[in-house]
Each structure stands twice: as C-alpha cells, then as structure tokens.
C-alpha cells in the first residue's frame, strides 16, 4: 500500500531562520512527488511536482528535491507569510494522490 | 474565475438528516475527485470520476453517493448523516494522461453533523 510520512508534525522558526521538513514514500510506481501548501480555511494549493531522483525544483524562499524514498521541502531566509500547513502527496498507478498529515509550519517575526 | 468552486463552503445540520455538496471545475480537466481531511489534517481519497466514469471507490459507507451529470461536475449526497461524518470535504480535479499533473483543489467544504 502506498504511504506517505511527514516529519517534523510541527515546526517553529525565527523569520530568516532556514530548515528543512521531511517526507518520506512508499509507492509501487511513482508517477510524481507532489508538494502543497495549504492556509488556513482554504484548500491546498500547488507548488511543485517531481518526478525522478535527482530533481530539484524551487520556488522564491522553497526548493524541493526528491530522492529514491523522500522528498525535502528546504526553506531559506523564511518570513513569517510562508507560515502554513505544507502537505506532501505520491502520484500512484491508481491515478491518485497519497497524502502525507502534513507539518505545520510557524515562522515567527 | 474560480478554478474549482464547491458549495455550500459551511454546512451544519442534524444527525439523520440527508445533504448534499456541489462542485463544478471550468479548468477543462477530464477527472474529477472528493477528499475528506480529518481534524488531523489528514487528506483521504473518497471516489474519483473520469468523464463521468466512477473509476475509484475507496472505503467508504454506503451513505455517500456520488454523481457526475457531466465532466465539468461532481456532486456528493451523503445519507443519514453521523457525527463521525463531521470533516473538510474537498473537490479536486485534474487532467489524467501519461504523465500525472496533479490536481487543483477547492476551498473546502466544512460539515459539521450535532
């Protein structure tokens, strides 16, 4: 079964304080490694897809890179604005998207 | 010019009763799909439809039923509510090809059952 852990649940920072959050997959055929953020009160919104080890893909202050079995969410010089709930989800052969619970990211001023 | 739209965005009602939730996509996408977030955050797949075709059913009580008139919407009727039934429901659609692009996802739906 395809399974997807995301770690740390929570995670605190000082403003321009850089870190990294953690998914770890399981999955028989990986058809992309997605990265969401997701706000309060709304849905998660797209930020990156990867496909093949290796890979890497960055977005302003975030940069994904995925290898054989985790992904890493790297977020540098953070501000408090990039404070959410960032969800971690694998493509499978069933045309479905796996999804992690999710670390709660705080970024304080 | 919303992507994905699903209403009602609050819903709460009595245990027993009977509701639905709409969702409608304008993003030409051929698959449409309902997840449910538990109060932990936890996204879990409930069906998905293609061209209108079920094509995932996870485990889910018989009490959720859902329709897709055309590619562009999917509704979800949920019988006999129950308290366990409480969560974020959202819609989801994408575009299903070789290649996986992920899906576009609605601003929720909360059901609260008291």
């Known amino acids: 079964e395809d399974q997807v852990t995301q770690s740390p649940e929570a995670l605190r920072l000082q403003e321009g304080e850089s870190s990294s959050l953690n998914c770890s997959y399981t999955v028989s055929g990986l058809r992309g490694l997605f990265w969401y953020r997701q706000d309060p009160g709304k849905g998660p919104e797209f930020l990156f897809t990867l496909y093949s080890a290796g890979e890497e893909k960055e977005k302003e202050r975030l940069k994904a890179t995925l290898t054989k079995k985790e992904s890493f969410l790297h977020i540098t010089a953070p501000k408090p604005e990039d404070s959410a709930t960032y969800l971690c989800a694998v493509g499978s052969g069933a045309q479905k998207l796996v999804f992690g619970q999710g670390t709660r990211l705080t970024i304080n001023p | 010019d919303t992507a994905v739209s699903q209403t009602p965005k609050y819903l709460v009602t009595q245990m027993g009763n009977d509701k639905s939730i709409k969702c409608e996509q304008n993003?030409?996408?051929?698959?449409m799909y309902w997840y449910k977030q538990d109060s932990k955050k936890f996204l879990k797949i409930m069906f998905s439809y293609n061209n209108k075709e079920l094509i995932i059913n996870e485990t889910v009580p018989n009490r959720f039923s859902p329709k897709s008139p055309d590619k562009a919407h999917l509704n979800l009727h949920i019988n006999s509510l129950e308290l366990g039934d409480s969560a974020v429901y959202f819609c989801?659609?994408?575009?299903?090809?070789?290649?996986?692009?992920?899906?576009?996802f609605g601003s929720g739906t909360r059901l609260t059952v008291v």
């Open positions: 993003l030409g996408h051929d698959t």
């Open positions: 989801a659609s994408s575009h299903v090809s070789g290649s996986f692009y992920g899906y576009t």
